[in-house]
């Protein structure tokens, strides 16, 4: 279960203002990837706040409207034209910088994983499998992905026979068989190897 150990260390040392983050959908062959900054009140911190990933969807769902109403919350999608252009882990880079410029300026920002974006407005901290050690984090992480997860669901109803509101874009059987009997939407990454060589099939075939 994450804990507030972390951010207790930084608001020791006189940093107040902690802010998490933490992205969602960089696999997906469909849709945009997601990132989401936190700063929570730390009198106000919602019970049972932990990795995204292994809460029910129930769960998160509750936990969603718990950070959203006692939390500061900006979530920030970087759609497939965008990261077809610069490439997926530059695309989730600037999510999380735009997120995070949305919110007062933090002292200190914790970042989920082992690579900080390069153009931060505070001091950070990468901090691997941190959805699951900080509270700042995890939140971040479950309002990421409910967020995307609806989006997911809307766009299914446009485009049927993917599987979107079950499977998020990700490459699932249901996915290809949408693939194989819908081809290519323009909410896919053609950056993707699955959807280029797809692309480049039917493309040589003419």
């Given at each position: 279960?994450?804990?507030?150990?972390?951010?207790?260390?930084?608001r020791?040392?006189?940093?107040?203002?902690?802010?998490?983050?933490?992205?969602?959908?960089?696999?997906?062959?469909a849709?945009?990837?997601?990132?989401?900054?936190v700063?929570?009140?730390?009198?106000?911190?919602?019970?049972?706040?932990?990795?995204?990933?292994?809460?029910?969807?129930?769960?998160?769902?509750?936990?969603?409207?718990?950070?959203?109403?006692?939390?500061?919350?900006?979530?920030?999608?970087?759609?497939?034209a965008?990261?077809?252009?610069?490439?997926?882990?530059?695309?989730?880079?600037?999510?999380?910088?735009?997120?995070?410029?949305?919110?007062?300026?933090?002292?200190?920002?914790?970042?989920d994983?082992?690579?900080?974006?390069?153009?931060?407005?505070?001091?950070?901290?990468?901090?691997?499998?941190?959805?699951?050690?900080?509270?700042?984090?995890?939140?971040?992480?479950?309002?990421a992905?409910?967020?995307?997860?609806?989006?997911?669901?809307?766009l299914?109803?446009?485009?049927?026979?993917?599987?979107w509101?079950?499977?998020?874009?990700?490459?699932?059987?249901?996915?290809?068989?949408?693939?194989?009997?819908?081809?290519?939407?323009?909410?896919?990454?053609?950056?993707?190897?699955?959807?280029?060589?797809?692309?480049?099939?039917?493309?040589?075939?003419?």
């Open positions: 279960m994450a804990n507030y150990d972390l951010e207790t260390e930084l020791i040392s006189g940093k107040e203002i902690i802010a998490g983050i933490d992205e969602v959908g960089r696999g997906p062959w849709g945009p990837v997601t990132a989401c900054a700063i929570l009140d730390p009198n106000n911190i919602p019970d049972g706040l932990n990795d995204s990933k292994v809460l029910t969807a129930k769960r998160r769902e509750q936990l969603f409207d718990l950070i959203m109403d006692s939390a500061q919350v900006s979530c920030v999608h970087v759609e497939v965008e990261i077809d252009l610069i490439n997926i882990l530059q695309a989730t880079f600037r999510a999380m910088e735009r997120a995070v410029s949305h919110l007062p300026i933090p002292n200190h920002i914790l970042v994983g082992n690579k900080l974006p390069p153009n931060l407005p505070s001091p950070a901290t990468a901090v691997v499998k941190g959805d699951a050690k900080s509270v700042s984090i995890a939140a971040a992480s479950i309002i992905k409910v967020t995307r997860d609806r989006l997911m669901s809307d299914s109803e446009a485009f049927p026979g993917y599987g509101e079950k499977n998020a874009g990700y490459g699932t059987k249901m996915h290809q068989l949408g693939l194989l009997n819908h081809g290519v939407t323009p909410h896919h990454r053609r950056s993707f190897k699955p959807i280029h060589n797809i692309l480049y099939s039917a493309s040589s075939s003419k």
